[in-house]
């Protein structure tokens, strides 16, 4: 199945793309084109798949 038919497998893979760029030793605070590209790929990758919200939490009070 084509990646544009199937938008959580995009995700995915921009997902991989930016955890690679990070663990090759791209510094995430820099500003090189790398870094770029780790920020677009994650930022996409929220986009298209963005996190599950979290249901209601629980306080607690001491």
Avoid: C, F, I, W
């Amino acid at each position: 199945m084509p990646y544009a038919n199937d938008p959580q497998r995009l995700a995915r893979l921009l997902r991989d793309l930016a955890a690679a760029l990070e663990a090759s030793g791209v510094d995430p605070s820099g500003s090189s084109r790398e870094r770029h590209l780790l920020d677009d790929a994650r930022t996409a990758a929220r986009e298209l798949d963005p996190p599950k919200p979290r249901g209601p939490g629980r306080l607690h009070a001491l």
